[in-house]
């Protein structure tokens, strides 16, 4: 389910590509006719998803935390391909409990992957998109980061601050003839099948929507905002969640 925009020699990179979401968003800009960089750490997965790709496919095994991976990961990009000419900060973990039992590694773990990571692959791209005097740059929050969840406070925590990342970086970069946006989805992934049953239904139950979305249903939105047609959108939150953010 994707509308029909042609990203033909743009060179793109989605993180966290192995499953979920970041496989979907993926799989749709390949079809859609980029040089897709696939970001992954679990190596394993992401060759196993990514076996048979052509070579509009680069794999990239690294944890986006890591600074210097990051940095080699978007040096390699622009040589293979040029660009990038779009960044999606997808990758994403979560360490769920309560505030009091938190430790601070299951703390840190969560900012570490999302709030740096994303620091990390947006730092490393707006000096090549600033050359070419374009790009996009899409962040993946979450409604947690705006109304807060039980168990959640590092993940909300992390969320929010992408939010906040994201308006910043697009006051700063808007003159370049680059945006950054963030999505919120709400898609059916590993990572929801880890929350409880009795959890689950509770939370599909305050979908307006009634149902969590196939994760294709998330990739009109991304290549939307990637494209040409949305360059006068810039630090806007783009709920792709079936309403339950209302
Ligand atoms: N699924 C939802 O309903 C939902 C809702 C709101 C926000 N999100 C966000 O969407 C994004 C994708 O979520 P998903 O549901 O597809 O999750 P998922 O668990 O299915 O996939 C996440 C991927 O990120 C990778 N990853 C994790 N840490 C990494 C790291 N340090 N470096 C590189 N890769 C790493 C994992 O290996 C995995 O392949 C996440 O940022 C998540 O917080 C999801």
Redesign the pocket.
Known sequence: MSINFDFSGRSVIV??????????IANSFVEAGANVAV????ED??NEAWNHAGDKVLRLA?????EAAVDAAVASVEAWRGGPDVVI??????RDVVVWKMTAEQWRAVL???LT?TFHFTKAAIPRMRAKGSGRIIN?????GMHGMVGQAN?AAA?AGIIGFTKATAKEVARFGITVNAI?????????A?IPADKLKALTEQVPMGR??E?SEMSSAFQFLSSDEAAYITGAVLPV?GGVAM
Request: hydrophobic content about 40%.
């Open positions: 993180t966290g590509a192995a499953q979920g979401i970041g496989y979907a970001v992954d750490r679990d997965r992401l690294l944890d986006v935390a890591d900060n997808n990758a994403g973990i979560t570490d992957v999302h990571g993946v929050t979450s409604y947690t993940y969320k919120s989805p709400n898609a059916s992934t590993a990572m929801v880890a969590f979305a994760p969640d």
